[in-house]
């Protein structure tokens, strides 16, 4: 079991994964290679929304093949309160922030860690929720209690993320990169890694949800992270939806989007995030 002592909310956030069914709710459109709203300028009532839908219980596809997830209700509210429509398009991670350069979409929502690095090529909006980086390896391993015991292990990330830029700083690890958290948690399954850093709320929610079986995290958090909306430098879209959000955080939409996915209360968030 992860202690999470340094951070109330995910400590709220374990708890509600044990106990609750998450329930996959139908979000809003699927793939488009429309060309973004505001690519040929600013204020667009629809705005081109990238998201990599392989990241449960933030983003991924349902049943009936559309966009479900807490980023996805997230966004639709966001979009509602500040008066355009959202229109999703699904890219690899690794294509996202590429795609906010060239702007192809007008902003991205994909479980994004704010970093200085990406700051220094795409803008981010105030963070929409808290997260960290944790380590998870089979159940029957006890040699691997925190992230010291990983030099020279064999660690499989998504490419792309916070956590595969960690397993690479590690001394002399045999890093694996995947397409997508869930496959690099099934082949930690599989034995073929010894251990995956991957964000923790994701890593609880396929552990929590039994979809990938025989898997615990370990020790305390590797890091604390916010994520947040990415879009294109210079933007005119940052205020509109750091507008959305501050209207659903005071209306109690947020609180309500975050009950459903995670069966427990939001914590306050900072109106920017610590570098």
Not at 145 to 152: A, C, F
Not at 213 to 231: M, R
Not at 234 to 239: M, T
Not at 260 to 273: N, S, V
């Amino acid at each position: 079991m992860v202690r999470v002592t340094r951070f109330r909310f995910l400590r709220q956030f374990l708890v509600g994964l044990v106990c609750v069914v998450m329930i996959a709710a139908c979000g809003g459109g699927g793939d488009t290679s429309t060309p973004a709203g505001d690519a040929a300028g600013g204020g667009s009532d629809r705005l081109v929304v990238a998201t990599e839908p392989a990241f449960p219980p933030f983003e991924f596809q349902a049943e009936d093949g559309s966009l479900a997830g807490f980023d996805i209700d997230l966004m639709n509210a966001i979009g509602e309160a500040a008066g355009f429509e959202v229109e999703f398009q699904s890219l690899p991670f690794d294509g996202i922030i590429p795609a906010l350069q060239s702007n192809t979409v007008d902003a991205a929502i994909s479980g994004m860690t704010i970093t200085a690095a990406r700051l220094e090529t795409v803008d981010f909006s105030r963070p929409y929720i808290a997260a960290g980086l944790a380590i998870a390896v089979q159940e029957s391993n006890t040699d691997i209690n925190s992230i010291d015991d990983l030099e020279g292990k064999r660690i499989a990330v998504q490419i792309g993320t916070t956590g595969a830029e960690t397993a690479n700083g590690i001394a002399n690890a045999q890093v694996s990169t995947f397409d997508s958290a869930p496959l690099a948690l099934q082949e930690l399954a599989n034995g073929n890694a010894d251990a995956v850093i991957n964000d923790a709320p994701v890593t609880l929610d396929a552990i929590a949800s039994g979809n990938i079986p025989g898997l615990k995290v370990i020790g305390e958090l590797v890091t604390e992270e916010y994520y947040g909306i990415a879009l294109p430098k210079g933007s005119p879209n940052l205020e509109r939806v750091n507008s959305g959000m501050a209207t659903i955080i005071e209306n109690g939409t947020y609180a309500e989007i975050f009950q459903t996915w995670f069966g427990a209360e939001p914590p306050e968030l900072p109106e920017e995030a610590p570098l």
